[in-house]
Every structure is written in structure tokens, then in C-alpha cells.
């Protein structure tokens, strides 16, 4: 028999996002309880291979579990017990094909698609880096879709926090009137142009990449509707330059003022994509911000915000990712970029602004990551700081996307969103890499 789990798996960030998951099915019979899960969107490789798990642990009393006649719900503690299996730490979960439930004559009570193929504690991770992986992209795009409608606005002027949708209160004058509810703005297009340059061009081919995002600029290339309605001025400037000359190494102003948000904002990809080390994760989110963003400062806050992702892709939680990727990327640093790093670590001490300034930006970003608990609640209040809201929340979307996944995600924020056929076909390339 199983050892049960710690009652505080709570806490733990890569639980959270597990307990996301709700409306599942319990079923149970003589010696163990098998809890089927709603369906996660998988790629559909993945999900040809429908199944269910049986988890080899009875509670005292199967009774405890709340009963409605002979549905039976999950109470919360018996949830927390599964999910602490489905991050392989208890290996005594299986996988069972769905003949094999009929066969075995349990109670079955099915919502929806059962969706998954879990053999061994390795698969099950895999799979929750799946969803965690997608949970980054789509948390990035409706970060910025939710927030586009916001964007300009001062905090005192926004709806209350519980308010702030897609559709914002009738009362309130949004910013972009004419762009569709869930639409994702530059933010959104200029990652998914990085995400496609990332999976043609592991290492990033910076020429392919920067015409990627001048064929956002001119023909709306990964955007939903093939509208751009929003550019900032230093993308703008440095993409007309590239326009002219043609070198994605000399476009971009270096100034001390040249240090906007746009480069961070589509980073995220760089730590989706492949397998890799750190020092690649580095090299790639200091690369893609040079055609546009090719400040120090700029490049750097890229780095911390990179790899930062990269681990929480891997399952650490924010706050360790956080501390890994600033002693990683000062170990990376060259003796001239020390003042430039510690500019950004020293930008944490001040006040959030959700400006657009990169410094701001990034430490804006990631306390609504480190002050919420669900993925809604961190990006409502990524919004509530005003300014670049869209941007904000998409940083912050991006990063709470990883660590709660892709059901952590509301169900009315995905369907709202526009272009999911264009998000489903770059994560089906995501996950065959
Ligand atoms: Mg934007």
C-alpha cells in the first residue's frame, strides 16, 4: 500500500496547476479508486490514445468521498492524492485502455474524453510538460488579448479587477474599439513569428527571424485577422531600418533610452522550444531582442526572463526559477554588462508600474506572478497596474500559463480567443520537436 501524501503538496507549485483540473470522474471498486480527468487538449497524436488512470490507493473509507447517488465527486483531499500522483511522485499509477474499464465491470461515469498515455512515471511527466508548454503560449496570447482593451489606461480609471474580460463593462472606454474581443495584439503575433523562426531554425537564424516580424508588420503575418493595429515605436523604427539595409545586427537603437518592453514581450518561446541548456536559452533570448531591442539591458532582462521559463517548463515553481536564472545569467555576464544586470535586479525594489519600460515591465510581470495563486487572478492583476497592460499580462500570462498549464487556463478566456487554429498547428509542431 501506497504511503499517502504530505498534506501540504498544497503549496507546491506544480501541484497547483494540477488541482486545476476539475469535474472529473471518480470511480471506484474493491481495492482501488480510479479518477478519470476532463480532456487536456493534446496534440492529436497524443490524443488517438485515449485511456485512463488507476491510482492504487483507497481511503479508509470510500464513503468519505462526497456521494450523489451513484455519482460519485471527488472531495478535495482525494483530488490532491491523484494530482500528486499525475506529477510522478507516487510511480504506482497505471495506465488502463478503456476496454479494459468496460471489461472490469467498474462504475462508469464518463464526462467528456478521456485523453492521455500514461504508461510510466517518465510519461507522466512528459505529458505535464506538454501542458505546460502549451499553457505557456496560450497564457502568453490571452494575457495580451485580455489586456488590449485596457491598454493606456491609468489604474484608478480601469473596471474593478473581477470585471476586467475580454469584453470590458459597457461603461468603460476601451482602447483599440474597433479590434475584436480576444484578439492578440503585437505581443502575441511577434512570439508566434519567433516560435515559427524557432522550430525551422533551432539555434535562430536572426535574417529569417527579423523577416518574420517584418511580415508582421507589412502583411499581419501571425495575426488573426491579418490586422496589425499596434506597434511600438522603437519596433517600428528598427524594422523600417532593417527594411532599408537588411542587417537584423545594425537596425535596432543602442541608446540608454532604447530600452522598451518589445523584446521581452516575445521572448517566451525561446524557453518552449527543444531541449536545451541554459547557455542556449541565453544565447537565444539575447539574439531575437538585437533586430529590434539591442540594448544590454534589454538583451539581459530577455535572458533572466528566459530562463526563468525554461525551468518552470521543467516543473520548478517561479520563485526557484526566479533564483536559478539570476545566478545562471550572471554567470553568463561579461565584466562590461555587471551595471546593466544589476540595473535590472535593483528595478525589483520599485514600485510596479506596468509601464513600458523593460525594467518595470519585467519585475511588473512576475510579482503578479509571485503575488497570486491561478493563473486568472495573476494576469487581472497584471492588467490592474494600467499603462501596457497588454503587454504586462502577457508576460505575466506567459509565465503563469507554465505554472498552472493549460487547464489552469479559464475555459471562457480560450473560446473568446481568436486564431486558436494558428496557436494549434505551431504547439503541434511544439511537441513533435
Ligand atoms: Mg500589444
Known amino acids: 500500500m501506497a504511503r499517502e501524501p504530505p498534506d501540504s503538496i498544497g503549496v507546491d507549485s506544480s501541484v497547483r496547476f494540477s488541482i486545476a483540473a476539475t469535474n472529473c470522474t471518480v470511480q471506484y471498486g474493491p481495492d482501488s479508486v480510479r479518477l478519470i480527468q476532463p480532456p487536456v487538449r493534446l496534440s492529436s497524436r497524443v490524443r488517438r490514445r485515449r485511456c485512463c488512470c488507476e491510482l492504487n490507493w483507497l481511503p479508509s473509507d470510500p464513503r468519505s468521498l462526497n456521494q450523489t447517488g451513484n455519482r460519485p465527486r471527488a472531495d478535495a483531499r482525494f483530488l490532491r492524492v491523484f494530482q500528486y500522483s499525475l ?72 473596471p474593478a479587477r473581477h470585471l476586467i474580460e475580454m469584453s470590458p463593462p459597457d461603461d468603460f472606454s476601451r482602447a483599440h474599439s474597433s479590434v475584436p474581443p480576444g484578439t492578440w495584439s503585437d505581443d502575441g503575433a511577434q512570439a508566434l513569428v519567433l516560435l515559427d523562426s524557432l522550430l525551422q531554425y533551432a539555434t535562430l537564424d536572426l535574417r529569417h527571424f527579423t523577416n518574420g516580424l517584418l511580415d508582421w508588420y507589412r502583411y499581419g503575418f501571425m495575426t488573426p485577422d491579418g490586422t496589425v493595429f499596434d506597434i511600438g515605436n522603437q519596433t517600428r523604427y528598427a524594422l523600417e531600418n532593417f527594411a532599408r539595409h537588411g542587417n537584423p545586427l545594425t537596425c535596432s537603437p543602442v541608446d540608454d533610452w532604447s530600452n522598451g518592453n518589445g523584446s521581452l514581450m516575445r521572448t517566451l518561446p525561446c524557453a518552449l522550444v527543444g531541449a536545451l541548456t541554459p547557455t542556449e536559452v541565453v544565447a537565444r533570448a539575447r539574439q ?146
Open 288 to 433: 531575437q531582442s538585437l533586430p529590434t531591442h539591442a540594448h544590454p539591458r534589454s538583451q539581459l532582462a530577455c535572458a533572466l526572463y528566459a530562463v526563468m521559463a525554461w525551468r518552470m517548463v521543467d516543473g520548478e515553481g517561479p520563485v526557484e526559477g526566479l533564483d536559478f536564472a539570476q545566478d545562471f545569467v550572471e554567470s553568463t555576464l561579461d565584466p562590461s554588462e555587471r551595471s546593466e544586470f544589476f540595473t535590472i535586479l535593483d528595478g525589483r525594489l520599485d514600485p510596479s508600474k506596468g509601464s513600458g519600460y523593460v525594467v518595470d515591465s519585467l519585475w511588473s510581470a512576475i510579482r503578479s506572478v509571485l503575488a497570486t495563486s491561478d493563473y486568472e487572478s495573476c494576469v487581472r492583476l497584471a492588467i490592474s497596474l494600467g499603462n501596457d497592460t497588454d503587454t504586462t499580462a502577457c508576460i505575466a500570462g506567459g509565465l503563469a500559463g507554465i505554472l498552472y498549464g493549460e487547464q489552469g487556463i479559464p475555459d471562457r478566456w480560450r473560446q473568446a480567443l481568436k486564431g486558436e487554429v494558428i496557436v494549434e498547428e505551431m504547439l503541434a509542431r511544439v511537441t513533435e520537436v
Open 87 to 158: 506529477m510522478g511522485r507516487r510511480p504506482n499509477v497505471r495506465a488502463l485502455p478503456l476496454s479494459e474499464v468496460d471489461r472490469l465491470g467498474w462504475t462508469t461515469e464518463r464526462h467528456g474524453t478521456i485523453v492521455g498515455h500514461w504508461t510510466s512515471e517518465k510519461n507522466f511527466m512528459a505529458l505535464d510538460k506538454i501542458a505546460r508548454t502549451r499553457g505557456g503560449l496560450y497564457g502568453l496570447l490571452i494575457g495580451d488579448a485580455l489586456g488590449v482593451p485596457y491598454e493606456f489606461s491609468t489604474p484608478d480609471s480601469l
